[in-house]
């Protein structure tokens, strides 16, 4: 039958662990790609970006890692936070395009 | 910081009537977005829009679809003749450039009955 929505992959962790999120995109053509965390009930907030000339980038408490060869895109929280607990989205585009696909979603849930 | 506002935060209207979703982008952006969100599911992109024109839109921008920039300051969305299945939330999203990262609004939850 169909189904009503997705089960979005469920990461839980301690607080003071670090937290790996991982994302595989579709397109090779694709040269920006953006992590967002969204809490509930709020817009995707935007939290570290990189473009398909790098393979890391490092912001605060956050790194993002870029595998082009296989499609692979991952995010490190470090010393994860309760407050870090939301639904985490990869998304993808061109610089030149504007428009973002967004993944599925990964829900971190944070244990104190 | 600036952000993207939309109004009105919840919308609920009867199947087959109009509704107009309202965003003010931040304001020294020139690219518009919406996107929407149904329950559970990832975030889709509708439409883009830059200097007063539409410049990509995707299958769900049918004709019952329709963006407007009314004055400097807003950024609409209209659904002609709702239909159950366009409840969902749905974002609006501004960006200085196409290079540069998108800023959401909190969105209008949009509920057809």
């Known amino acids: 039958g169909e189904s009503v929505g997705l089960h979005l992959p469920t990461l839980s962790v301690q607080e003071g662990d670090n937290s790996i999120i991982n994302c595989a995109y579709s397109?090779?053509?694709?040269?920006?790609f953006i992590w967002y965390k969204q809490e509930s009930g709020k817009g995707p907030q935007f939290i570290i970006d990189?473009?398909?000339?790098?393979d890391k980038r490092q912001g605060q408490r956050v790194t993002v890692l870029l595998n082009k060869t296989v499609k692979h895109l991952s995010l490190q929280i470090a010393a994860t936070q309760p407050g870090d607990s939301a639904v985490y989205f990869c998304?993808?585009?061109?610089?030149?395009?504007?428009?973002?696909?967004f993944g599925q979603g990964t829900e971190l849930s944070v244990k104190p | 910081e600036p952000e993207v506002t939309q109004t009105p935060s919840h919308q609920v209207t009867q199947m087959g009537q109009e509704v107009i979703l309202r965003c003010v982008p931040i304001?020294?952006?020139?690219?518009f977005y919406w996107y929407r969100q149904i329950l559970g599911q990832k975030v889709e992109f509708l439409v883009s829009?830059?200097?007063?024109?539409?410049?990509?839109k995707s299958e769900i921008f049918d004709d019952q679809f329709s963006v407007e920039r009314p004055d400097g300051s807003n950024f609409t969305l209209k659904i002609r003749s709702t239909k159950l299945e366009d409840s969902a939330m749905y974002f609006c999203a501004s960006s200085r450039d196409t290079d540069e990262k998108l800023f959401f609004g909190s969105g209008t939850q949009l509920s057809v009955l």
């Open positions: 397109n090779s053509a694709s040269d920006y």
């Open positions: 829009f830059y200097n007063n024109e539409i410049s990509e």
């Open positions: 990189i473009r398909s000339n790098m």
């Open positions: 304001s020294n952006h020139l690219y």
């Open positions: 998304a993808e585009g061109r610089l030149q395009g504007g428009k973002l696909i």
